[in-house]
């Protein structure tokens, strides 16, 4: 199975920061990635796939970047319902593998 | 609108079974790509399993396999799972998901709709 390695686990910020998030892969996977928010009590939503394409309806300041086997995930001027938790998953090899999660704190 | 909703979660000892439902509307079921994916409680995300729109391709964790089956009724819209010879290490929230968008492949593991989760608790 592909291993994914997401750093930080946690991070704590502040309203109008711009914080990112990165996951390594231990093989090449284009860019068959993906990225999900997940608010406490809550199912994860996606927010970012294949990389790089934003869900319709979730704000520009999400982006996502990367290739091959390092990927990122930015959030340029933190909002309050940004508080979260967030994981990363490729799509690339079966099975699909997540990435352990970052959680956003104020 | 997409509408996944689970049920069939329940407390069961170790070694039992168990069938968890999703019922889905707002969209053509029988075009898409459906996945279990689980949660234990404060922790990481788990792909569970995965049924082509046809159910002619399925996949398992290795963590399942032989103990889960995943199945579909396309007339019913409905999406199953059935758990065989249940462990503690499988408690955890199940989550019905539908991929993002039709996968012309037999799985595309983009995960676009969940449904809110029905809780598996696995002990005596």
């Known amino acids: 199975d592909i291993q994914m390695t997401q750093s930080p686990s946690s991070l704590s910020a502040s309203v109008g920061d711009r914080v990112s998030i990165t996951c390594r892969t231990s093989?090449?996977?284009?860019?068959?990635f993906n990225w999900y928010q997940q608010r406490p009590g809550k199912a994860p939503s996606l927010l970012i796939y294949?990389?790089?394409s934003r869900r319709t309806g979730v704000p520009s300041r999400f982006a996502g970047s990367g290739s091959g086997s390092e990927f990122t995930l930015t959030i340029s001027g933190l909002q309050p319902e940004d508080f979260a938790t967030y994981y990363c998953?490729?799509?690339?090899?079966?099975?699909?593998?997540f990435g352990g999660g970052t959680r956003v704190e104020i | 609108e997409v509408q996944l909703v689970e049920s069939g979660g329940d407390l069961v000892q170790p070694g039992g079974s168990l069938r968890l439902s999703c019922a889905a509307s707002g969209f053509t079921f029988g075009n898409y790509v459906l996945h279990w994916v689980r949660q234990v409680p404060g922790k990481g995300l788990e792909w569970v399993a995965g049924?082509?729109?046809?159910?002619?391709?399925?996949d398992y964790a290795d963590s399942v396999r032989g103990r889960f089956t995943v199945s579909r009724d396309n007339a019913e819209n409905s999406l199953y799972l059935h758990m065989n010879s249940l462990r503690p290490e499988d408690t955890a929230m199940y989550y019905c998901?539908?991929?993002?968008?039709?996968?012309?492949?037999?799985?595309?593991?983009?995960?676009?709709?969940w449904g809110q989760g029905t809780p598996v608790t696995v002990s005596s």
């Open positions: 049924i082509s729109w046809h159910a002619g391709s399925v």
């Open positions: 294949q990389t790089s």
């Open positions: 998901i539908r991929e993002r968008d039709q996968c012309r492949a037999s799985m595309c593991h983009e995960f676009g709709y």
């Open positions: 998953q490729q799509s690339h090899t079966p099975p699909p593998v």
């Open positions: 093989q090449y996977i284009s860019n068959y």
